[in-house]
T-cell receptor
Framework: NAGVTQTPKFRILKIGQSMTLQCTQDMNHNYMYWYRQDPGMGLKLIYYSVGAGITDKGEVPNGYNVSRSTTEDFPLRLELAAPSQTSVYFC????????????FGPGTRLLVL | LAKTTQPISMDSYEGQEVNITCSHNNIATNDYITWYQQFPSQGPRFIIQGYKTKVTNEVASLFIPADRKSSTLSLPRVSLSDTAVYYCLVGESENNNAGNMLTFGGGTRLMVKP
């Protein structure tokens, strides 16, 4: 199993541009999550999903959108990039009801200039 | 969600045992204690989980006293490669309420020196 994969690994955006961060897992996990991690800080939950077609906001959802059309994929969309969205983004997944045991992807480093 | 408190940073030397304590005074009856490890430029990795007493695996041991208001992650004979951030999380296992999401605090930055 590849586990949780994320693309791209690194991206530079200009203010106002949009992009989609991709996340795929092959463990058949129903639950998936997006976090952001600013330098020297812990992780903050952006959005999560408990299954295909179901998404909900986390702690810091403003400026982001998600969709969950399949069990495997959980893309994160930035519509109008702002410097405050410069961060490292991690996708994770877990079995249903087992959110304390999450499997993380390698992260996407995003720089907005 | 039970709030956790852990030291911001710790230093150690190769070969020593490292103990990182996490305080969670408001832990609920159904909460489990979970520790994650994060290396630089990588996502967090689950390392150990427990409910009470002691749990040991190939990576670490987790000690939980009877009142469960704290827990201690023990890393035996650390090496340079154990330099990482360690997060203590408290949350309910088998919780199908997806709104009860876990919170990753700042963690403890462990620096292992030669």
């Amino acid at each position: 199993n590849a586990g949780v994969t994320q693309t791209p690994k690194f991206r530079i955006l200009k203010i106002g541009q949009s992009m989609t961060l991709q996340c795929t897992q092959d463990m058949n996990h129903n639950y998936m999550y997006w976090y952001r991690q600013d330098p020297g800080m812990g992780l903050k939950l952006i959005y999560y999903s408990v299954g295909a077609g179901i998404t909900d906001k986390g702690e810091v959802p403003n400026g982001y959108n998600v969709s969950r059309s399949t069990t495997e994929d959980f893309p994160l969309r930035l519509e109008l990039a702002a410097p405050s969205q410069t961060s490292v983004y991690f996708c994770a997944s877990s079995y249903p009801g087992r959110q304390e045991t999450q499997y993380f992807g390698p992260g996407t480093r995003l720089l907005v200039l | 969600l039970a709030k956790t408190t852990q030291p911001i940073s710790m230093d150690s030397y190769e070969g020593q045992e490292v103990n990182i304590t996490c305080s969670h005074n408001n832990i609920a009856t159904n909460d489990y204690i979970t520790w994650y490890q994060q290396f630089p430029s990588q996502g967090p990795r689950f390392i150990i989980q427990g409910y009470k007493t002691k749990v040991t695996n190939e990576v670490a041991s987790l000690f939980i006293p009877a009142d469960r208001k704290s827990s201690t992650l023990s890393l035996p004979r650390v090496s340079l490669s154990d330099t990482a951030v360690y997060y203590c999380l408290v949350g309910e296992s088998e919780n199908n309420n997806a709104g009860n999401m876990l919170t990753f605090g700042g963690g403890t930055r462990l620096m292992v020196k030669p």
